[in-house]
């Protein structure tokens, strides 16, 4: 490897050169150059929008690029040029992609996923033995374990990923591209992630690893391109790049790092005392927090560590099965309508899933949750002079860039869906707010500005509930911090105190003396 | 080599012109293969128009098979709204048609303006009661009602059947499995000395105003297509779903009963096995080339039907099957189907590399 520039070009193996896309008057790709040699390792850099899918849809086959070629290495010097928008040509000459949502089939296992497609259809016995022993080698060779004889559903998200490692090593892969691959680990499993990679690009292969984190770019990356608005603005050498420097690289304009503000903690806005819900995965018990008005309690967690029963219960969704459940002071009906018309502001974890109905409006959408409210109904009929002025307020107050409030929800980016979603749990008096996983796909410019609104909500008087897989916006955000682990959760710690590291170890279940006590529930009070 | 690639908006034009066009290729596809089994294309397609559009009597006879597709239609159109599956509004259209019957042949005698709407509320209730099951076995236990309502079609079919063999034979009918006539205060008016239209295409109009404001102005119609939309959604924006899918099907299940009220008390004036030549699945193909827009009913179902009136004039002056009319509104529906994923995707053509 050659982290820090070593005196040897890497041989390059692919170059896509002067790849241009546009989709109507957008252009997603604007003349973009790009290569990746043997055994390096580049990072692919940019928000939302800048580019990034489809340069990366066009080097898999799956869009035809309007001009530019993509070539590959024919190995005795020369270049071989790609055929266009074909899938099969691109797996056949040796790229391989790790997807963020992996896609592999649950019920199988990892030997059969890994082998699924490259045997011959019509061939009646499987190789299995011979495959056994070739990825048997494979894993010696590249670290990468696997259990490969249970299904896969019964696997980790870590070993999962590996899976997928493998599967395209298994299918000669000379390139591997790596989409979001930490968004689900632990620090720790990031970490082994890492030695991995490095280890096979040691071996030649070239790596493209497109992330948000910049953390991670900087620690494992040898070269990182910057895409901003389809065109290339940078591609540079890691080493002597910082975090700071990257980020503004990636929004084109200076960005502030974020720390919390002063707390003003008021009265408990949500109460839970050896609350027990759930089942099977994501079953919680001893569930004990207290979320004040004025603050920002953040917690912390691999996802599919009983996040979602929690947030469940919070947004109205589930009812605990024991102990004690007071949401603003009552422990009464707790449906998502009571829950919205008691000032109780929610955004879903999966907003495309649970918190838009793409196809309807941005009005339908904003004010679905009030619609029964005399202001935007009368005698069962919509007002919808009254409703559409209420989304142009919300266009105006939150930014959101749309091409009008008849439009339909999902022709908007991600970010201005989100401020959209934002604007509907912050309307009215929300007095507290679940924002789960409040940036997830976010690029940096909507991010921060998620972040303003939460902050400016807080500091207004609204107790905030932050549930968060990403540690830098956790800390960024949290006056406080709780860790979730395998159902269990840690009482909430002042974060200024906290290090990364400490949360990271309690999100793989091993609770350091910070968060004292974990085994048995602590009361709030002693926080 | 050609690809589809999606749309990020589409436009109006475009979804205008879709249905227009759809319906257009399936007549042309239509003559193509007439053309191919012999017939005179040029005097297929002029004896189709004249026999749809080419009279009072065509045009009369073409509203009033429209009449029970646009009920059907509506039906279709409110309930995949709501993604819900309804494939049996011919059950439901049987089940308002036998109430229907029940309460007007003389169980009860009332002034018509009191008669004729109890008896389309018997069909409308009978025909929601119809889908009821249905629905709320998809509700409670995630039943598939593609599979329970098409079923349910036989079963209430055969019920029919049963009745009109035993209870609700008609003694003065002659031995004919058809129950006693509607009585005179009970019959929708013919609006047209001589012809067989009747005021049930003028209940059909209205519906199709009604089910407009219900789906775009109304609370109820606002939840029915954030159901549809994406239920989870729905759920988590505190919709109740499983009693917006109830009234759904209450609905969409009454609307496909007035369809056998209309064609018992409008038109037949008695009830017999053979009411319906499927118009509740037709209703579904009326639904599909309207988009699923309660306006759009109206006209969709006047193609169809001007289609089928048409096909049956021109198969029996030129001694082709009547299939051929069932060919056509196939061929309607794929071509909408086809139609609607170039609303959806554009298509390019790249070369070869």
């Known amino acids: ?27 997603a790709n604007d003349a973009i150059d790009l290569e990746l040699g043997a055994g390096e390792i580049v990072a692919l850099l940019g928000e939302n929008g800048a580019g990034k899918t489809t340069l990366m849809n066009i080097l898999f086959g799956h869009y035809v690029a309007d001009s530019g070629q993509v070539l590959l290495a024919d190995g005795v010097g020369g270049w071989r040029e790609l055929p266009r928008g074909s899938p099969q040509a691109g797996l056949a000459a040796g790229i391989g992609m790790v997807h963020q949502h992996f896609t592999l089939a649950e019920n199988l296992t990892g030997l059969e996923n890994i082998i699924l497609g490259v045997e011959p259809w019509y061939s009646l016995r499987s190789n299995r033995g011979k495959a056994e022993a070739r990825l048997a080698a494979l894993m010696q060779r590249t670290g990468l374990a696997a259990s490969l004889d249970i299904p896969v559903e019964r696997l980790g998200v870590g070993e999962r990923q590996r899976i997928e490692i493998l599967k395209a090593l298994y299918r000669d892969a000379r390139i591997l591209v790596l989409d979001e691959p930490t968004a689900v680990l632990t620090p720790q499993e990031a970490e082994g992630l890492f030695a991995a990679i490095r280890q096979l690009a040691a071996g030649g292969l070239g790596v493209l690893f497109i992330s948000h984190k910049l953390s991670e770019v900087l620690a494992l990356s040898d070269r990182l391109v910057v895409l901003r608005g389809g065109r290339k603005v940078a591609d540079r050498p890691t080493a002597g790049a910082d975090r700071l420097m990257i980020a503004n690289l990636m929004v084109g304009r200076d960005v502030a790092p974020e720390r919390p503000d002063k707390a003003n903690p008021g009265e408990a806005v949500l109460e839970l005392a050896d609350v027990r819900a759930g089942a099977g995965r994501n079953a919680v018990a001893d569930l004990s927090l207290t979320v004040r008005s004025g603050e920002i309690v953040g917690i912390a967690g691999v996802s599919g560590n ?18 004690s459940f007071r949401l603003l002071g009552t422990s009464g009906d707790a449906s998502p309508s009571a829950l919205v018309a008691r000032g109780v502001g929610r955004l879903a974890e999966d907003r495309h899933r649970d918190g838009m109905v793409g196809d309807m409006s941005m009005t339908e959408n904003l004010v679905i949750e009030r619609r029964h409210d005399q202001h935007f109904s009368r005698f069962g009929f919509q007002r919808r002079q009254a409703m559409r002025q209420a989304t142009e307020t919300a266009i105006a107050d939150f930014d959101i860039r749309a091409p009008g409030p008849e439009a339909p929800l999902r022709l908007l980016s991600g970010g201005n869906i989100q401020k959209l979603l934002l604007a509907r749990a912050l309307t009215g008096e929300a007095r507290l707010i679940l924002a789960n996983q409040p940036t997830r796909g976010l690029d ?9 609104r939460l902050r400016r909500a807080a500091a207004s ?27 269990h959760l840690t009482p909430a710690v002042d974060s200024a105190g906290l290090g990364i590291s400490v949360v990271g170890l309690a999100m793989a279940g091993q609770a350091g003396p910070e968060f004292s006590g974990c085994s048995e529930p602590m009361r709030e009070a002693a926080a | 080599m050609i690809r589809f690639e999606p749309r990020s908006e589409t436009p109006v034009v475009l979804l205008v012109m879709m249905p227009v066009i759809s319906a257009c290729a399936a007549l042309a596809l239509a ?86 709407p109890l008896i389309c509320l018997a069909g409308a209730a009978a025909g929601a009661l119809a889908l009821l099951g249905p629905v709320l076995l998809k509700a409670r236990l995630s039943v598939d009602e593609v599979v329970t309502t098409l079923l349910f079609n036989f079963i209430i079919l055969l019920f029919v059947q049963m009745m009109l063999e035993g209870p609700m034979k008609d003694p003065m009918g002659m031995g004919w499995p058809q129950t006693a006539p509607i009585i005179d205060e009970g019959m929708l008016p013919k609006l047209i000395a001589q012809m067989r239209l009747h005021a049930g295409i003028l209940i059909a109009l209205g519906m199709v105003v009604l089910v407009h404001v219900l789906i775009n102005r109304t609370v109820l119609g606002f939840e029915m297509r954030a159901v549809g939309g994406n239920a989870s959604a729905a759920r988590f924006a505190g919709i109740p779903v499983t009693a917006t899918l109830v009234k759904t099907g209450l609905i969409s299940g009454a609307l496909a009963g007035l369809a056998g009220v209309s064609e018992v008390a409008g038109l037949k004036g008695y009830l017999t096995s053979d009411l319906s030549p499927g118009f509740g699945y037709s209703g579904i193909v009326v639904a599909m080339l309207a988009a699923l827009n309660p306006l759009a009913v109206a006209p969709s179902a006047i193609f169809i039907a001007g289609v089928l009136v048409g096909a049956d004039t021109m198969s029996r002056s030129l001694g082709i099957s009547s299939y051929f009319a069932d060919l056509v509104v196939s061929l309607a529906l794929l071509s909408v189907l086809i139609g609607s994923l170039f609303t959806r995707y554009r298509l390019r053509w790249i070369r070869a590399a």
């Open chain 1, 306 to 323: 009983g996040q979602q029963t929690l947030a469940a219960m919070v947004a109205g969704l589930e009812q605990p099965a024991s102990g």
């Open chain 2, 31 to 116: 003559l193509v293969i007439l053309a191919f089994i012999g017939a005179p294309a040029e005097r297929a397609a002029g004896l189709l128009l004249q026999g749809a559009a080419g009279s009072v009597f065509a045009l009369t006879e073409t509203l009033t098979r429209a009449t029970p597709l646009i009920f059907t239609g509506l039906a279709a159109a409110v309930a995949f709204r709501a993604k819900l599956w309804n494939i049996g509004a011919e059950g439901q259209l049987y089940a308002g048609a036998l109430a229907a019957a029940a309460v007007g042949s003389g169980a009860i005698t009332l002034p018509p303006y009191l008669m004729i």
């Open chain 1, 444 to 452: 940096v410019g909507a991010t921060s500005e998620v972040h303003a």
């Open chain 1, 461 to 487: 008087g609204a107790g905030v509930l932050l549930i968060s897989e990403d540690l830098d916006e956790l800390f960024a955000l949290s006056h406080r911090i709780a860790v979730m682990h395998a159902g």
């Open chain 1, 1 to 27: 490897m050659n982290a820090t520039g070593s005196a040897v070009p890497p041989s390059p193996v692919l170059k896509l050169q002067g790849i241009s896309k546009s989709f109507g008057a957008l252009i």
